[in-house]
């Protein structure tokens, strides 16, 4: 499994940008710009906790299991992979998502003195912010999943395992 690549994510989040920026624009010459939803930052900062509290959960049990702890609860290696993949995943729809909602509060910037306007800038603020916290979060994770001897093996395999 490959690692999370912060520069493929920051390109997902820019292409997003300025594509969103670009449809507003146009969104919005044509007639009513849809709205930013409530809803989006709250979902990403949902989506962030489970993340966080995934790895966390992941990071004691396998110190825990590291210190021959007798109540040590084993890590199975596939539902760690799940969880990896389940936090790659979400830093990719998160850098989509970002991106999006980025690219149209820039564009909504020009209106602040329209109070509706102003609060879609807030909440596209919002999202981007807890889609970077979700971005952190599944780095956080694939951190805490990764094997000991992964950087071993990456240095003399030219980096092509994972687990």
Known sequence: MKQLRIG??????VVAGVLSWGGARLWDSVGTL???PLAAPIVLAVIAAVLLATALSLRSRLRAQRERRSEAKGVDPLM????????????LVAALVSGMYGGTGVYLLSS???PARRDQVIYAGF??????AVIAAAFF???VCKLPDDSDKNHHNGGASRA
Do not use: K, M
């Open 34 to 36: 849809p709205s930013v």
């Open 80 to 91: 760690a992979a799940r969880a990896v993949v389940f936090g790659q995943a979400s830093a």
């Open 127 to 132: 999202a981007v912010v807890t889609g970077i």
């Open 8 to 13: 493929v994510l920051f390109g997902l989040f």
């Open 112 to 114: 602040l003195d329209v």
């Open 141 to 143: 994770l694939e951190r």
